[in-house]
């Protein structure tokens, strides 16, 4: 099983380095930026809609991102493929599917 765990380690380092470079890309840097608007008001809310996408959706990939981190951390503690709640193993489907689940399916 170690090969698997080493399999999935690197899928999951991968990951981290996608999600991690988009949040970064959608939050310059983690920070939002302020947005300089013109006279415009219709171009003003066309803008304040576009940043509140890219704000939620930098949301969603950093809780993704979280979600691969406690993985790997699973991962190094031994705990991977076990659910976080009841501790039973997590379907090895599912973990395939999904490489940072922490729960199994009747706790997801």
């Known amino acids: 099983m170690t090969g698997t765990h080493d ?3 690197a ?3 991968q990951e981290r380095t996608q999600l991690a470079r988009r949040v970064d890309e959608l ?3 983690g920070q939002v930026d302020d947005l300089e608007f013109d006279a415009d008001f219709a171009d003003r809310g066309q803008v304040a809609g576009e940043q509140g996408e890219n704000l939620t959706l930098a949301d969603s990939l950093q809780n ?3 979600l691969v981190e406690k993985a790997l951390t699973r ?3 031994g705990t991977y493929g076990t659910c976080e709640i009841c501790g039973k193993d ?3 489907e599912r973990l395939e599917a999904m ?4 729960l199994c ?3 997801a």
């Open 99 to 102: 490489p940072a689940a922490g």
């Open 75 to 77: 991962i190094d503690d």
């Open 27 to 29: 939050t310059a840097g």
């Open 7 to 9: 399999d999935t380690r």
């Open 64 to 66: 993704q991102l979280n």
């Open 105 to 107: 399916i009747d706790h």
């Open 11 to 13: 899928t999951l380092e």
């Open 90 to 92: 997590i379907n090895p």
